[in-house]
């Protein structure tokens, strides 16, 4: 009788590993470059890491790019007059970008606010606080942060609490900002109703969904 060959390598073995270290970036095709290359210059900082007639490479940290925009012509906005809608029906729904704590998630919100740009939906998914903002073009992206670490995240789709609401509860980002101003811990605020401001209803589960959030 055989047993298993020690010498296989395991998937606790690195060179086991079949899968890439991380998402690199995206390309978009987009009649709003410039509107675009702003947004994102205010959204993180994003550089323009190269640029000509056809593209443009953005960075906002040590990759050589994270978005990409290939220019068409202005006149294809015409064509696709419902592209931003695309997204609430079909296809990719969202990107979503981790910071590693909730106070930089939060100043940055605080910080995009003063220069008008707002999340769409700000909510605590249970796994994840994550504050939700559309591109010029509709490209929905969430900014979230991680409520477990990785040894106890999964745990969390098996508890009562999210079968009971797997969408979330709605947050307000300033309130919950001002708790961890006073010291209260992203480990208290995880809960997902620290984030609802006292005296305001709390919005959870499928109620969060409407036409904005969808
Ligand atoms: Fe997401």
Redesign the pocket.
Known sequence: MSGPDQSEPTASDPSARVAPDYVAHWVVKSARRDELVEWYGTLFNAKIAYQDKQITFLTWDDESHRLAIVAVPKPFKFLFPLARFRRKAYGID?I?LTYASLERLLENYVRLKRLGIVPVWSINHGPTI?LYYEDPDGMRL?L?VENFDPENTSAYFFTEEFAENPIGVNIDPEYLLSQLRRGIPHSELRHREAGVRPGTPVVANKKTINLRTL
């Open positions: 969202h979503s994550s969430e979230q």
